[in-house]
């Protein structure tokens, strides 16, 4: 029962906060209503000027006829792109707040669809106005935003102002159930006095409606804005095909980089020790007639270096691909990482089936930097890392106990994990504040083997 009363709490918590997030998208509605209305009034005055100047009626002063001639076309060619582009940078800014709020308020994120902004030739500087105008109304994202603000006034604001309409009736019936209600609440509370107690019931069911459906009202209204304020189908395959670019250039960069590090292992470790065994042993083996001792320990000594030789190899094929990954897959992999960390590791995988090896390594390293990272940088004493695979998706979750403030920008391990991850179109979130926790969320699109058919 407990159970029960916590989730209807935050349910009703998370309704709440739902109808008033509903209050703010009605508010953002109206300056792009009036934004809107003022550019089509501005465009509809220089054309009337424009008519009147050229076909005013015989009794119009020449005078007027005159200053119309001159200040509307002045008007036209300056003022009115002025002022257009102004307008549509100020809708462009409101489409955009709509989008941030719609990716944290209702769980629909929408990426922005605009095209990157020209410049002059040779200079890094703004464009001029004629080219931003110009840059604006052919992009086709401009038009889309035009038709958000319509269909966001005439259809949209219902789904987000509905939750606030019947949670305000439901609040007066409760507050008021003694009155007849007024022109606002209407028919549902009217009555004597003496129907308190069915307003006071009618108020409770109102504000219960109001409150528990404004979370899916919200993000249907999420997923509405999303039609129109997102990409369309051309603009995605363009960011499609410049992120694979991009993502194709770093990987290949990485690789590289990749393989010089294993030469230069293999130079300065592996190679020198086993050049090193071999004139330890040519000397033994000059030396085993005449001086059968100095043989022995030059030979121990070579024993020592064939040892070390074969650590240096190991380890630099754990940090190519290590042994276990390959042999037990990537839950295990991670629990023997945790083995040899100094930090108290708890780890919690469902998985059903293994991810591609690609994906696996992948996941592999970028967990053991972030292992690295949080018991270096963090000074973190506990990590809890949790596997899971839904949607289609590889979801790793890393969470640390430590002094956090980890940011993407100040260092080389985390954009080396994104970097890792965008090869497979894999996503890197992190929520890091000063202080701590550090949650880092990673999420690799790919398909599941069956455990019956997954070997290495």
Request: positive net charge; hydrophobic residues 45%; charged residues 20%.
């Amino acid at each position: 029962m407990s159970g029960t009363t916590g989730t209807l709490l935050a349910r009703g918590r998370a309704g709440i906060l739902a109808v008033g997030r509903g209050v703010v998208f009605c508010g953002l509605m109206l300056p792009g209503i009036g934004l809107l209305a003022f550019g089509l009034i501005l465009l509809a005055g220089v054309a009337i000027g424009l008519g009147f100047a050229l076909t005013g009626p015989s009794w119009e002063p020449g005078y007027v006829r005159f200053s119309l001639l001159v200040l509307m076309p002045f008007a036209a060619v300056v003022i009115v792109p002025w002022l257009a582009s102004g307008v549509i940078a100020r809708i462009r800014n409101l489409a955009d707040m709509t989008r941030q709020l719609s990716g944290q308020w209702c769980g629909v994120p929408i990426a922005q669809p605009y095209r990157p902004r020209p410049a002059r030739p040779g200079t890094p500087a703004r464009p001029g106005m004629p080219a931003r105008l110009l840059w604006q109304l052919t992009d086709r994202a401009t038009w889309r935003d035009m038709a958000w603000v319509i269909a966001n006034a005439s259809v949209g604001w219902i789904m987000v102002a509905a939750p606030v309409v019947l949670t305000v009736i439901g609040l007066i019936g409760i507050v008021r159930p003694g009155t007849s209600g007024g022109p606002l609440v209407g028919g549902p509370f009217a009555g004597s006095p003496s129907d308190g107690v069915k307003r006071l019931l009618l108020g409770v069911l109102f504000l219960t409606a109001g409150i528990f459906s404004a979370p899916p009202l919200l993000r249907g209204y999420g997923m509405f804005a999303r039609s129109l304020l997102g990409p369309s189908g051309s603009t995605e395959l363009e960011r499609r095909v410049q992120h694979l670019s991009q993502t194709r250039t770093e990987t290949i960069d990485t690789g590289a980089a990749e393989i010089r590090r294993i030469e230069r292992d293999l130079h300065d470790g592996a190679q020198a020790r086993l050049v090193a065994m071999g004139m330890t042993l040519d000397a033994a083996g000059h030396l085993i007639d005449d001086d059968p001792k100095a043989a022995r320990a030059l030979l121990i000594e070579a024993r020592d270096n064939s040892a070390k030789a074969l650590s240096d190899l190991r380890n630099l094929v754990r940090g190519i691909h290590p042994p276990v990954l390959a042999d037990r897959g990537l839950a295990d992999a991670i629990r023997a990482l945790a083995l040899d960390s100094p930090m108290r590791t708890y780890l919690a995988s469902d998985l059903d089936g293994r991810p591609p090896a690609p994906v696996e390594s992948a996941a592999y390293f970028a967990v053991s930097e972030l292992l690295a990272n949080a018991a270096k940088h963090a000074k973190a004493g506990q990590v809890w890392v949790d596997i899971r695979h839904a949607d289609g998706m590889l979801k790793i979750g890393v969470t640390d106990d430590g002094r956090g403030g980890a940011d993407p920008g100040h260092g080389t391990g985390l954009r080396g994990i994104e970097r890792r991850l965008a090869a497979f179109d894999g996503v890197l979130a992190i929520n890091s504040p000063p202080g701590g926790p550090t949650a880092v969320t990673m999420e690799i699109p790919c398909v599941l083997s069956s455990p019956k058919t997954s070997f290495s």
